[in-house]
């Protein structure tokens, strides 16, 4: 089963590239467009999970297209990419800059990397 998996991750590797850098700059337009995006509730909570959902998504998916970055390395891009986007949205008139929304960013990215961590030591486990 193991060998199995490991050909399909090496088999789909471009095809998780493109997806991880679609999901990235999809999430980076809107974070950084004049406009915050249209939601379909209007709740406060529903942006910091918009933050840390797509940053938790962003940092799975770069593991899936580049396994072999260390931890800490990918817990700093992951994390540079939400802080980009609030430093943008500090310069549009429309949009506001927000400690709390670099918070659930880096819940996000923590997340996504104990997911990873938890990953890897499983399949430590099993081989």
Same mark, same amino acid.
């Given at each position: ?14 095809? @998780?590239? *493109?997806?991880?850098?679609?999901? !990235? ?21 529903? $942006?910091?999970?918009?933050? /840390? ?9 770069? @593991?899936? /297209? ?6 800490? !390395?990918? %817990? &700093?891009?992951?994390?540079? #990419? %939400? &802080?980009a986007v609030e430093f943008v949205q500090s310069f549009q008139p429309t949009r506001s800059a927000d400690i709390? $929304?670099?918070?659930?960013?880096? &819940? %996000? #990215?923590?997340?996504?990397?104990? &997911? *990873? !961590?938890?990953?890897?030591? @499983? ?5």
């Amino acid at each position: 089963m193991w060998i199995s998996l490991f050909r399909h991750w090496t088999r789909y590797r471009l095809l @998780y590239k *493109i997806l991880f850098f679609s999901v !990235l700059f999809l999430g980076m337009y809107l974070g950084m467009r004049p406009g915050p995006p249209p939601t379909p509730f209007k709740f406060n909570m529903i $942006d910091s999970v918009y933050h /840390a959902g797509g940053l938790f998504i962003c940092t799975l998916l770069s @593991y899936l /297209a580049f396994p072999r970055w260390r931890w800490w !390395l990918r %817990g &700093v891009l992951m994390f540079s #990419v %939400g &802080v980009a986007v609030e430093f943008v949205q500090s310069f549009q008139p429309t949009r506001s800059a927000d400690i709390h $929304d670099i918070y659930a960013n880096s &819940v %996000g #990215v923590g997340a996504g990397l104990l &997911v *990873i !961590l938890a990953w890897q030591c @499983y399949s430590m486990r099993r081989v």
